[in-house]
T-cell receptor, first 110, second 116 residues
Framework: GESVGLHLPTLSVQEGDNSIINCAYSNSASDYFIWYKQESGKGPQFIIDIRSNMDKRQGQRVTVLLNKTVKHLSLQIAATQPGDSAVYFCAEIGNEKLTFGTGTRLTIIP | NAGVTQTPKFQVLKTGQSMTLQCAQDMNHEYMSWYRQDPGMGLRLIHYSVGAGITDQGEVPNGYNVSRSTTEDFPLRLLSAAPSQTSVYFC???????????????FGPGTRLTVL
């Protein structure tokens, strides 16, 4: 498969452990945030979103935390599985502009 | 539903050649867009459309043209390819009719383009 982002930050996690992926956003006016997962050779896939009037949102095995004070977003994946190996990136919408982050490569150690 | 489909999956061009990247969706989405993805950079918006007959420029439109004659199709044209256009191109669609979609965007599998 293709390699998207040859110099991405990487995170290696033991299978079964929890993963935490971080994202710092730039626009204090951003009011909507999205996490995407991108597997090798595929397009980005929506995971979970959160609006700025919330500080936490939970999905299936995933939780997104938003700290507006320090403009920080995190994605927590519980009980990481081999299928979670991918590049994860956040996106923010503010002032009618959608901006994507560069991403973090998550590698699962068997 | 097939979702968002893109063709070709891979393409090699010589400088100055032209080509069209195809994108189609079968979800009856109004909003469609084209992004390019380069190493070390986030996805960057090239062009977008909020409905048939309506297109607008994104962040990096130079060197690219688009048209939207039907709801389903949104082709991206490179009129005279340059090495700087070597990238992976993604098409996306969503229900939203606003200029910046807060609705879930569905991405195609991408086209990997190399310009020599």
């Amino acid at each position: 498969g293709e390699s998207v982002g040859l110099h991405l930050p990487t995170l290696s996690v033991q299978e079964g452990d929890n993963s935490i992926i971080n994202c710092a956003y730039s626009n204090s006016a951003s009011d909507y945030f999205i996490w995407y997962k991108q597997e090798s050779g595929k397009g980005p896939q929506f995971i979970i979103d959160i609006r700025s009037n919330m500080d936490k949102r939970q999905g299936q095995r995933v939780t997104v935390l938003l700290n507006k004070t320090v403009k920080h977003l995190s994605l927590q994946i519980a009980a990481t599985q081999p299928g979670d190996s991918a590049v994860y990136f956040c996106a923010e919408i503010g002032n009618e502009k959608l901006t994507f982050g560069t991403g973090t490569r998550l590698t699962i150690i068997p | 539903n097939a979702g968002v489909t893109q063709t070709p999956k891979f393409q090699v061009l010589k400088t100055g050649q032209s080509m069209t990247l195809q994108c189609a969706q079968d979800m009856n989405h109004e909003y469609m867009s084209w992004y390019r993805q380069d190493p070390g950079m986030g996805l960057r918006l090239i062009h977008y459309s909020v409905g048939a007959g309506i297109t607008d420029q994104g962040e990096v439109p130079n060197g690219y043209n688009v048209s939207r004659s039907t709801t389903e199709d949104f082709p991206l044209r490179l009129l005279s390819a340059a090495p700087s256009q070597t990238s992976v191109y993604f098409c996306a669609s969503s229900y939203s009719t606003s200029g910046v979609s807060t609705d879930t965007q569905y991405f195609g599998p991408g086209t990997r383009l190399t310009v020599l």
